[in-house]
């Protein structure tokens, strides 16, 4: 049995064989920064202090051969093969609050947005996302829609046939109730003092953060490339529309997909990106949606030839406990 120390929080977990940092960090309540937890995003990227680790397969967007070579993990695909010291991005800080529901209704056929009133205001960056404790026993992770600075946090939440978050926004959550709340977790788009155009690429609830994207732009150019199987999936289609309008900055395409293509090259995606100018593909790519259509976009934009720019990937993973069995 090896020991996994994070002096961050002052922890030392003992770990089963086998085991990732992540998963023995998690799973002793420890506030360790993540996203997509299959080592595709790099949220969670840590310094190995002390210590080998074995690396599962990644991405090497998140995670490159010189980030290795410099004492870097990612903590989602680290087995320890000895006792190990972890320690993640001084700048990566995570909250713990009660926070209060103050909106919540069905916005759209299947979606509804939550409203969230910290006791105290956390701070957060487009693109990242919140672990919401709804009742005692079933949390579940969010991506933040509102603009960065808002004293409120909003999510849009996809209702899931027989799931059992989707069953407590329906029938049993009701305004003025207490719910527990951490982070933000996630990539930020804008960190480190981005700066070139934003090119998001999103469907489903993917489009919540580009909400906050929005919301927050500080002048950047922002592309949207939007897709859902049919035209009622998009739902925010109204506010992407008026802000094209309004704001020279902001440009917005909608593809309709239709029944998913049995040939990526072939498919709506594909053929979008490869249409999409090199210019955009020189600053952030933000890529946000469920895992195959995150997957299948950030291979492509991959593909492309003129990438100079950054991925960064937000993968809507189902709970493999929000379904009842």
Request: aromatic residues 6%.
């Amino acid at each position: 049995m090896t020991t996994l120390r994070l002096p961050q929080c002052q922890s030392r977990i003992e770990m089963t064989e086998g085991q990732t940092v992540l998963e023995a960090a998690l799973e002793a309540n420890a506030p360790f920064p993540h996203s997509c937890r299959s080592g595709r995003c790099g949220a969670c990227k840590s310094q190995l202090l002390s210590g080998e680790v074995m690396m599962l397969q990644h991405s090497p967007f998140a995670l490159d051969a010189s980030e290795r070579a410099a004492g870097n993990i990612l903590a989602c695909r680290a087995v320890p093969l000895t006792d190990v010291t972890v320690a993640w991005a001084d700048d990566q800080v995570v909250a713990c609050a009660q926070a209060r529901i103050v909106a919540l209704y069905a916005m759209a056929p299947d979606i509804y947005r939550l409203v969230l009133r910290p006791d105290e205001p956390i701070a957060f960056s487009p693109g990242q996302f919140f672990q919401i404790e709804l009742v005692p026993g079933i949390t579940r992770s969010y991506s933040v829609a509102s603009g960065q600075g808002a004293s409120h946090l909003e999510f849009h939440i996809r209702a899931i046939a027989g799931g059992r978050a989707s069953g407590l926004l329906a029938e049993e959550l009701e305004l003025s109730d207490v719910v527990r709340i951490s982070g933000p977790f996630g990539n930020a788009v804008g960190a480190d003092n981005a700066t070139g155009p934003i090119l998001a690429i999103a469907a489903s609830t993917g489009h919540a953060p580009v909400q906050s994207i929005l919301k927050s732009n500080d002048g950047r150019r922002v592309h949207l490339v939007s897709f859902a199987h049919q035209r009622e999936g998009f739902y925010l289609n109204g506010l992407f529309t008026q802000a094209a309008e309004a704001e020279t900055r902001f440009t917005y395409q909608a593809f309709v997909t239709g029944a998913v293509a049995r040939n990526l090259s072939a498919s709506p995606l594909a053929e979008a990106i490869r249409q999409l100018d090199c210019g955009l593909l020189s600053g952030q790519i933000y890529i946000a949606g469920p895992p195959g259509f995150v997957d299948a976009a950030a291979e492509l934009v991959s593909a492309r030839h003129c990438l100079t720019g950054d991925i960064l990937t937000d993968r809507f993973e189902l709970s493999a406990a929000a379904v009842v069995s």
